[in-house]
């Protein structure tokens, strides 16, 4: 198993453009996270989905779309970059949320540098 | 407001010389908490997860426990390898705040040789 992967690992925009970070997992997991992780601050989750179809917001969604098409993909795309949206972004899956096998694994992660 | 703390910041330890880290939490029906172990440049990396007050869990030269109002993650004479920055995480279970993660800023680990 591969577990998560993200792609790219860097990138480098211009304020205003768009871009779209990938995200896959292999593990048949049903719940897919979005989070973003910035000097002295906790990962702080942007969007989820429990599952192909649904997806939700998270506490710092402005400024970011996903969609969940497959069990297997969750891309987040950023329709025009501003300088706030430079991070790292990690993408994370489990099993189900409110099982008892909710543990969260992680991706490498995507540094995204807005100039 | 779910609410992590992590203690200290930083932590710098000779090999071999035992200590322990502390998360203090405030949330509203714990589902779980996570540790993490998180390496420069990379995603954090899964140790432990802890569901009930009580429980311990234990990997290699690291121990992970819990009480109703905060974890400890116990390192028993760590090697250099064991530097990395530690993450504690905790899944509330009240409404629909079991849909995230709630993250301390994390203590960053230097054991030198």
């Known amino acids: 198993n591969a577990g998560v992967t993200q792609t790219p690992k860097f990138q480098v925009l211009k304020t205003g453009q768009s871009m779209t970070l990938q995200c896959a997992q292999d593990?048949?997991?049903?719940?897919m996270s979005w989070y973003r992780q910035d000097p002295g601050m906790g990962l702080r989750l942007i969007h989820y989905?429990?599952?192909?179809?649904?997806?939700d917001q998270g506490e710092v969604p402005n400024g970011y779309n996903v969609s969940r098409s497959t069990t297997e993909d969750f891309p987040l795309r950023l329709l025009s970059a501003a300088p706030s949206q430079t991070s790292v972004y990690f993408c994370?899956?489990?099993?189900?949320?409110?099982?008892?096998?909710?543990?969260?694994?992680f991706g490498p992660g995507t540094r995204l540098t807005v100039l | 407001e779910d609410q992590v703390t992590q203690s200290p910041e930083a932590l710098r330890l000779q090999e071999g010389e035992s200590s322990s880290l502390n998360c203090s939490y405030t949330v509203s029906g714990l589902r779980g908490l996570f540790w993490y172990r998180q390496d420069p440049g990379k995603g954090p990396e899964f140790l432990f997860t802890?569901?009930?007050a009580g429980e311990e869990k234990e990997k290699e030269r690291l121990k992970a426990t819990l009480t109703k109002k905060e974890s400890f993650l116990h390192i028993t004479a760590p090697k250099p390898e064991d530097s990395a920055t530690y993450l504690c995480a905790v899944q509330p279970g009240m409404n629909t705040g079991f849909q995230k993660l709630v993250f301390g800023t994390g203590t960053r680990l230097l054991v030198s040789p």
């Open positions: 994370a899956s489990s099993l189900h949320p409110t099982s008892g096998r909710n543990t969260q694994y």
């Open positions: 593990m048949n997991h049903e719940y």
């Open positions: 802890l569901y009930s």
């Open positions: 989905s429990v599952g192909a179809g649904i997806t």
